[in-house]
């Protein structure tokens, strides 16, 4: 079986430290509205899934 010549596609990683001052500016803000809330617990699960991310192509 002959092996592909064709690059593996690179995944574009989200950068935790952009996605952490979005999250700040939006807590700044103040008091969140609903949506607002949304767009928080959206920000933390993109958060976490960069962070495991970037943990997973240092090992």
């Known amino acids: 079986m002959l092996m ?3 690059p593996e ?3 574009q990683v ?3 430290a952009v996605i952490n001052c979005r ?3 939006l807590l700044g803000r103040g008091e969140l509205t ?3 809330r949304e767009e928080y ?3 933390l ?3 976490e899934a960069a962070v495991r ?3 997973e192509l240092a090992a």
Do not use: K, N
């Open 9 to 11: 596609p690179t995944v």
């Open 34 to 36: 609903g949506a607002e």
């Open 41 to 43: 617990a959206r920000l």
């Open 23 to 25: 999250i700040r500016a």
């Open 14 to 16: 989200a950068d935790p």
């Open 4 to 6: 592909s010549e064709t």
């Open 53 to 55: 991310a970037e943990q």
């Open 45 to 47: 699960l993109e958060w």
